[in-house]
């Protein structure tokens, strides 16, 4: 059936869908891939039915899968460079199939404060840098009202390739990316973890409620590589301020309490902040 709608129409339905990237030069139809190709035989009565041809082995990662291959590649990481390093070549994310770039960290790696969103966007996905555009921006703001910038914190997400269409990570996407958070948190060994957003919030602080009601509220975060736990917070996501302007308010009173915090710990600030 030929379409009525011209191509920008078609393009701007499937961008309504969340169908943002092409993935293939070629079109893929997925319904000729499932049709058999002929009908199949009738099987006779009590004929006992042909061996079923063993699957084709999958590649061999290790009995614990892509989660150990995770944790084993993450552990042996001794720089934020090297761990960056081995996640060019880890395979273990689907996120990274439909992935632009790998979205890993950014900002000053000996920093005392280290904020984790969510998952990077389609901006972040076409530079590789996290929290760059229209709520990386805000986020830019909010630190610079407490004294910070990428010279004086560290950023990254929760998962380290871009969801497509901007969906939600699953659980075992942020599961096999875990370890190289984790590892990221030990390397660069900070004096405070903020959770930026309720996935951040709930994978880093372990709690399941959501970031409105842990907010404002202080918890340790720990790991294995880590020498004693460190104090942990969460804050609203900047693109839930942006479309709750009169959360800003609440944002604010967290943001002083950050840099309380922060001048209790001994915290460096930036020496110049936006
Ligand atoms: N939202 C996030 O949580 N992370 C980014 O890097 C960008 C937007």
Redesign the pocket.
């Known amino acids: 059936m030929k379409s009525e709608l011209p191509p920008k129409k078609i393009l701007e339905w499937y961008l309504q869908a969340g169908v943002d990237e092409t993935i293939g030069d070629d079109p893929v139809d997925r319904f000729a891939a499932i049709e058999p190709a002929e009908a199949p035989e009738p099987v006779p009565e009590k004929e006992t039915p042909p061996p079923v041809p063993a699957a084709p082995a999958a590649p061999a990662i290790g009995a614990d899968g892509a989660s150990g291959e995770a944790r084993r590649t993450a552990a042996a990481a001794q720089g934020v460079d090297e761990l960056r390093a081995a996640l060019e070549k880890f395979e273990g994310c689907g996120l990274k199939k439909t992935a632009t770039n790998l979205?890993f960290g950014d900002g000053n790696a000996e920093a005392d404060i280290i904020f984790i969103?969510?998952?990077?966007?389609a901006e972040?996905d076409r530079k590789g840098v996290?929290?760059v555009?229209p709520?990386?921006q805000l986020l830019d703001r909010m630190l610079a009202s407490i004294g910070l910038d990428r010279t004086a914190a560290y950023i990254s997400?929760t998962v380290f390739w871009r969801p497509p269409g901007n969906r939600n990570p699953t659980t075992g996407e942020m599961a096999v990316c875990m370890p190289f958070l984790e590892r990221m948190i030990e390397l660069v060994d900070p004096k405070i973890v903020v959770a930026?957003?309720g996935p951040a919030a709930n994978s880093l602080l372990g709690q399941k409620t959501s970031v409105g009601k842990l907010r404002g509220k202080w918890f340790t975060y720990s790991s294995a590589g880590l020498a004693q736990p460190v104090e942990a917070t969460a804050i609203y996501?900047p693109?839930y301020l942006l479309r709750t302007p009169a959360q800003k308010r609440a944002a604010w009173q967290d943001l002083l309490e950050i840099r309380a915090k922060m001048r209790t710990l001994g915290c460096r600030e930036s020496t110049n902040p936006l």
């Open positions: 979205v969103g969510e998952a990077p966007g972040e996290p929290f555009g709520s990386g997400n930026v957003g996501h693109a």
